[in-house]
């Protein structure tokens, strides 16, 4: 049976188009934004995380697979953007408590057959 880690690598090297587009909801409501720490959870291609550090904050993006991460790693060097990019399990990965002034998680549970922003 494939790993989690697996799956969502297989999903994401089988994605040519790298979408840029951030969600609705974030896009609606980016008045809200400010600056400092942000973390996106379960990043993906990472969409939400240019946006967020294009908007003015220093973004930790963590996910699973190592395909997305590498992808948004690439994609935030080569716009110069302050994205600290990590592969890590969010079942069990210990996040660092009260440095961050956003936290925004999109579609974590999604099943890969439903990812909206991919
Ligand atoms: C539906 S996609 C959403 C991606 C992104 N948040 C977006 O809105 O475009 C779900 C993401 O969760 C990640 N994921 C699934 N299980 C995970 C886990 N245990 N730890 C970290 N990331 C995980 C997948 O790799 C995938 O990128």
Redesign the pocket.
């Known amino acids: 049976m494939k790993t ?1 880690r697996e799956k ?1 690598d297989h999903r994401y090297s089988q994605e040519t188009v790298q979408t840029l587009t951030p ?1 609705s909801f974030l896009y609606d409501y980016q008045g809200l934004l400010s600056s400092g720490r942000a973390l996106d959870a ?4 990472g ?2 995380s240019i946006f967020l550090a294009a908007h003015g904050y220093e973004v930790d993006a ?4 190592i395909v ?1 991460v590498s992808r948004l790693r690439a994609e935030a060097t080569h716009r110069n953007l302050p994205i600290r990019c990590l592969v ?4 069990n990965y210990i996040l660092p408590k009260q440095i961050y002034d956003l936290v925004v998680v ?3 549970f ?1 099943s890969s057959f439903h ?4």
Do not use: R
Not at 42 to 45: F, M, N, R, T, V
């Open positions: 989690d969502w969600d379960a990043c993906g291609l969409a939400n963590i996910d699973i697979s997305a890590a399990d969010l079942d999109f579609y974590f999604f990812c909206p922003n991919t």
